[in-house]
């Protein structure tokens, strides 16, 4: 592969791309865009979902009617966010690894599977 840096251009460092140094760059570029929507749009689902179950807090905590009540509300609550959370985050790591992986096989191979959605 050839050097795709001029280090002896006249203002220093300068990048030299060769075409296919460009190719592989915007190969990957393209399969990683691509994915930005389903990222996007889990992202919002789940905060409308969010969202939701947060706008009826206050009202299970005003119709408690006793301490127990009131524990029982709070713990119902958090234990909610640490599971909608979490597994938010483990969907949204299987896009980021698919997103990874076919943006590494698209440098790798100068392809992309799929246009990207915008």
């Known amino acids: 592969m050839e ?6 251009a006249n203002l220093g460092f300068v990048p030299t791309w060769s075409l296919e140094a460009f190719q592989n760059a915007s ?6 865009m691509k994915h930005s929507k389903d990222m996007q749009s889990e992202w919002q689902n789940f905060m409308k979902l969010r ?16 301490p127990a009540d009131f524990l029982q509300a709070q713990f119902s609550f958090v234990n909610d966010f ?4 979490t597994e938010e985050m483990q969907r949204m790591g ?10 590494l ?5 100068n392809t992309v ?3 990207p959605v915008m």
Do not use: W
């Open 51 to 66: 969202l939701e179950k947060d706008g009826h807090y206050p009202e299970k905590i005003m119709s408690c009617k006793s």
């Open 82 to 85: 640490f599971v909608d959370y």
């Open 94 to 103: 299987k896009i980021m690894r698919e997103a990874t992986a076919e943006s």
């Open 27 to 32: 190969a990957s570029c393209l399969a990683a």
């Open 113 to 115: 599977t799929s246009k």
């Open 105 to 109: 096989h698209a440098a790798q191979n």
């Open 3 to 8: 050097n795709q840096f001029n280090s002896n």
